[in-house]
């Protein structure tokens, strides 16, 4: 039922916000989603009975809150540009991503991006051991009137670390564009080969906050 429910959503925002993206409702529905249950407990998994707190493949970015949705403060926007650079990224044929666009697209000439760059609102990783990776994301500021700053509040990940750079965004107008970056590195060998591993990633301001689910997978 998760679909016609989204959908009631997704009508809801476009009707305040006609001019988002549909990355950037998305983005909305994701960063204000709630990890807790209405007794401030995490959603548990009812899937084997075991009742044990919900993973990320189960909850998702979390219970969808249409209210919060309207005023999510930022947003993780996508452009159908970018779509082309993961397309090419993922290694596909100039003739397959010419196929899925619509329109004849020449990898060569598209400055193309890993999958991990993808400017969505979650970040997922694979981690060679003794390797840190970067992924990096873009944030625009929805609010319209008022400068807020953000500050960066991270859930490590059991065995891997995590830097943002910068840690604060200072957003003055609707509009506003600010990059950072998401540095991972394995920390200990707690975690073995394959194995999977949750935190999260918040910007908070005094007024909003953003929160994107992180995953990593040891390799
Ligand atoms: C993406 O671009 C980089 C740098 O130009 C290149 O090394 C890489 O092979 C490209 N990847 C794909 C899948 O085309
Ligand atoms: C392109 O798409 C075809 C199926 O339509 C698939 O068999 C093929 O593996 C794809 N190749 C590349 C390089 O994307
Ligand atoms: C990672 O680094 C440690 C310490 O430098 C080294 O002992 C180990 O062999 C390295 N592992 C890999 C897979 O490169």
Same mark, same amino acid.
């Given at each position: 039922?998760?679909?016609? $429910? ?10 305040? $916000? ?56 930022l ?28 329109r004849?697209?020449k990898?060569a ?6 999958? +991990? ?16 990776k ?13 400068? @807020? ?5 991270? @859930? +490590? ?25 998401? +540095? ?12 999977e591993? +949750? ?8 007024? $909003? @906050? ?10």
């Amino acid at each position: 039922m998760a679909a016609p $429910h989204l959908a009631g959503v997704v009508a809801l925002i476009k009707s305040i $916000h006609k001019n988002w993206s549909p990355a950037a409702i998305k983005s909305a529905i994701m960063t204000t989603a709630d990890r807790l249950d209405l007794d401030s407990k995490p959603i548990t998994d009812d899937y084997d009975r075991t009742r044990e707190p919900a993973g990320l493949f189960a909850i998702g970015a979390g219970q969808v809150n249409p209210q919060a949705t309207i005023d999510p403060g930022l947003i993780y926007n996508i452009m159908t540009s970018n779509y082309i650079q993961y397309l090419c990224g993922l290694g596909y044929s100039d003739k397959n991503v010419s196929v899925i666009v619509d329109r004849q697209i020449k990898c060569a000439d598209i400055d193309n991006i890993s999958a +991990e760059d993808l400017n969505y609102p979650s970040i997922t990783v694979t981690l060679d051991p003794n390797v840190t990776k970067t992924v990096t994301r873009q944030l625009t500021n929805v609010v319209i009137s008022g400068a @807020e700053v953000y500050n960066a509040v991270v @859930e +490590e990940p059991k065995g891997a670390s995590v830097v943002v750079t910068p840690n604060k965004l200072g957003f003055g107008g609707l509009g506003m564009k600010k990059k950072f970056t998401v +540095e991972f590195k394995i920390t200990d060998g707690s975690m073995s080969k394959d194995q999977e591993s +949750e935190g999260q990633l918040l910007w908070r301001s005094p007024k $909003h @906050e953003v929160r994107s689910p992180v995953s990593v997978t040891f390799a």
